[in-house]
């Protein structure tokens, strides 16, 4: 009963949150809020997408946060906005902030060697746990010269991760620093000099940086036992639910949990310029590198070509950025199997948005959502692989 009443509120509130209220667009007009949802609800139909959370903002200010679809599908349990997500790689941005604090405490710079923070070459740690260990490099001294700035640019020449590759180890692609290509790994390695440099594992480091002082108690870099009461699973084309995984070590590169309510928590915190300063700010969300790949993942991110020239794409640290006739933009995604999620912010008109998905369709849905939600018709949809749905028929 007390359970039932919670949802109920909850809904109250959504609603209330909503009803009257007008949302503005990043070209000046204005709609209704409860048209929009009424929109997600018109998509996730005919896309076939079982769950959607989703926050907009104006004046860098939650003006709608709502819920819509299912946590799990044969059980039809509802998503809620207190529901546990796995926030796959919106993980990368949180790390990012985290990175940043303490290049302001002086603690990191963006651009000594990593190498020189250790006691000892990097090949030489025996790391134990899941997937560690860089003695694969051993005769590859290219990486001393990985800096903080190449891990948070995805310009380490690492791939995304070691086990994708046929031999399953850690290698080289590219010299550091020459090219943009997505690694998590790379991340990964910024993570353990962290570690190396606090004395203090990266949940402890999250706990302390993010979560605790912005009270995120639903949000964790590993899996907590009081998590179990409000899983959502992440769902295949078919809307049956992926076996969930429950991290037990934390990863920068994506074993974040979290809830529509915490991260919108983090994210307006962040957009409001409560995290870092504004020379922070300004150097994360910037451009640092350009990006010319056909696409992000696949065999076009190897090719060149000038599709994204217009909106001149790239990387700042720990996100994408890009330029839009109504100023700068910088965007983060997070995708996994049975999750895919998008936020990006117009900083000049202080408009943003974050969608949360829990379906391989979810995705399909994005380019239309962005237009219709916040007039973004600028995010490179075919880069990103987000095939709407009217195509993949």
């Known amino acids: 009963m007390k359970q039932l009443f919670f949802s109920l509120l909850s809904l109250l509130l959504c609603w209330a949150s909503s009803e009257g209220q007008h949302i503005r667009k ?77 290049v302001e405490e002086g603690v990191l710079e963006l651009d000594k060697p990593l190498v020189e923070y250790l006691k000892k070459p990097l090949p030489a740690y025996k790391i134990k746990g899941w997937r560690r260990g860089y003695h694969d490099l051993k005769n590859d001294p290219r990486y001393e010269k990985i800096t903080a700035r190449m891990c948070l640019t995805h310009t380490t020449g690492f791939p995304n991760w070691r086990w994708l590759e046929a031999d399953k180890k850690l290698k080289f692609r590219f010299d550091p620093g020459s090219r943009y290509s997505y690694s998590g790994e790379g991340l990964y390695l910024l993570q353990f ?56 070590e934390a990863s920068a590169g994506g074993s974040m949990s979290t809830t529509l ?5 983090f994210y307006q915190a962040f957009i409001q310029g409560r995290l870092l300063t504004a020379k922070s700010m ?31 794409l790239g990387y700042g640290l720990g996100v994408g950025v ?44 994005f380019k239309e959502l962005l237009a219709y939600a916040i007039g973004d018709t600028f995010t490179p949809w075919r880069w ?10």
């Open 26 to 102: 990043t070209d000046g007009s204005r709609y209704p809020a409860d048209s929009l949802t009424l929109k997600v609800q018109d998509l996730m139909q005919k896309a076939n997408v079982s769950g959607v959370a989703l926050a907009v903002f104006n004046e860098n200010e939650a003006v709608f946060k709502q819920t819509f679809g299912l946590a799990g599908v044969p059980d039809k349990k509802a998503l809620q906005s207190h529901s546990v997500l796995y926030a796959a790689s919106f993980a990368k941005m949180v790390f990012a902030c985290i990175a940043l604090q303490y």
């Open 261 to 265: 309510d915490d991260y919108v928590t």
């Open 193 to 248: 000099v962290l570690e190396q440099i606090t004395g203090k594992d990266y949940e402890t480091l999250s706990q302390e940086k993010i979560f605790k002082p912005l009270g995120m108690r639903q949000t964790s870099q590993i899996w907590q036992a009081r998590f179990d009461t409000a899983i959502c699973y992440g769902h295949n084309a078919a809307n049956e639910p992926y076996e969930l995984m429950k991290w037990n």
């Open 282 to 312: 300004q150097e994360m969300t910037s451009l640092q590198i350009r990006i010319r790949s056909g696409s992000q993942f696949g065999p076009l991110a190897a090719v060149d070509v000038s599709d994204n020239d217009t909106i001149l």
């Open 384 to 393: 990103e692989n987000y095939l709407p749905y009217e195509l993949k028929r």
């Open 322 to 365: 890009f330029q839009t006739p109504y100023g700068r933009a910088y965007f983060k995604e997070g995708h996994d199997d049975g999750w895919g999620h998008y936020s990006i912010c117009f900083p000049d008109q202080q408009i943003a948005l974050i969608v949360m998905t829990n379906n391989d369709n979810g995705e399909s849905i």
